[in-house]
T-cell receptor, first 115, second 113 residues
Framework: DTEVTQTPKHLVMGMTNKKSLKCEQH?????MYWYKQKAKKPPELMFV???????INESVPSRFSPECPNSSLLNLHLHALQPEDSALYLC??????????????FGPGTRLLVL | QQQVKQSPQSLIVQKGGISIINCAYE??????FPWYQQFPGKGPALLIA?????SEKKEGRFTISFNKSAKQFSLHIMDSQPGDSATYFC????????????FGSGTRLSIRP
C-alpha cells in the first residue's frame, strides 16, 4: 500500500475561520511533508517532519501551524488565512528524508479556497 | 544555483510520437533526479528517477537521458498516448540538502489522438 490520504478534498473558509487539514499514511514512513501548489506551478515545500519532529520550516507564516501527533498522521492547522493562501495543499511521505534518494509519495491534496 | 530549469512550458505531440522534455541544473551536489507526473486534481507521482553515475535509464516507454558534463537531463516518452497527457516535473535533490526536492517549473503535455 503506497497511499497517502488527505482530508478534506475541498475546503472553503473565511479569513476569520480556523480549520485543519489532515494527512495519513500507513507505509511506516518516518518523514512527512506539507507542500503548497499554486495553479500551473510546481509544489513549494512548507514543512518537513522527521520522526515526528519538525525538521524544516520554510519560513512559512504563523497562520499555518503543522502538527505531527504520531508517525502516521500529519495535520496542518489554518487560522486567519488570506485569499492569496488559496491553493492545493499536498502532503507527502518518504521512508526517510528525501535527500537520501528516497521516493516521496504524494497524497491527492486538499484544494483550499479562502474568501 | 539551486534552480532546475525545465523546458518547454507546454508541448503538444501526436499520438504515437516521441515527447521530449528537457531540464538543466547548476548545483553539482545534486545526486538524485526524479521525474514526477501529475494529472489534474491529483498529487504528483514518481514516474522514473536516475542517479548521475548512469547515463540512461529506461522503464517501459519512459527513458531518462543524463549528461553529467553538460548538467542536463531529459525525459523521452516513446509511442506517446492520450493517457500520458499530464504535467511533468523534473526535480533534483542532494543528500546534503536533506529533505528538499528542487522542482522544475513543469511541462504541460497534451497528446493529440
Amino acid at each position: 500500500d503506497t497511499e497517502v490520504t488527505q482530508t478534506p478534498k475541498h475546503l472553503v473558509m473565511g479569513m476569520t475561520n480556523k480549520k485543519s487539514l489532515k494527512c495519513e499514511q500507513h507505509m511506516g514512513h518516518r518523514a512527512m511533508y506539507w507542500y503548497k501548489q499554486k495553479a500551473k506551478k510546481p509544489p513549494e515545500l512548507m514543512f518537513v517532519y522527521s520522526y515526528e519532529k519538525l525538521s524544516i520550516n520554510e519560513s512559512v507564516p504563523s497562520r499555518f501551524s503543522p502538527e505531527c501527533p504520531n508517525s502516521s498522521l500529519l495535520n496542518l492547522h489554518l487560522h486567519a488565512l488570506q485569499p492569496e493562501d488559496s491553493a492545493l495543499y499536498l502532503c507527502a511521505s518518504s521512508q526517510r528524508l528525501a535527500g537520501a534518494q528516497e521516493t516521496q509519495y504524494f497524497g491527492p491534496g486538499t484544494r483550499l479556497l479562502v474568501l | 544555483q539551486q534552480q532546475v530549469k525545465q523546458s518547454p512550458q507546454s508541448l503538444i505531440v501526436q499520438k504515437g510520437g516521441i515527447s521530449i522534455i528537457n531540464c538543466a541544473y547548476e548545483n553539482t551536489a545534486f545526486d538524485y533526479f526524479p521525474w514526477y507526473q501529475q494529472f489534474p486534481g491529483k498529487g504528483p507521482a514518481l514516474l522514473i528517477a536516475i542517479r548521475p553515475d548512469v547515463s540512461e535509464k529506461k522503464e517501459g516507454r519512459f527513458t531518462i537521458s543524463f549528461n553529467k558534463s553538460a548538467k542536463q537531463f531529459s525525459l523521452h516518452i516513446m509511442d506517446s498516448q492520450p493517457g500520458d497527457s499530464a504535467t511533468y516535473f523534473c526535480a533534483a535533490s542532494s543528500y546534503s540538502s536533506a529533505s528538499k526536492i528542487i522542482f522544475g517549473s513543469g511541462t504541460r503535455l497534451s497528446i493529440r489522438p
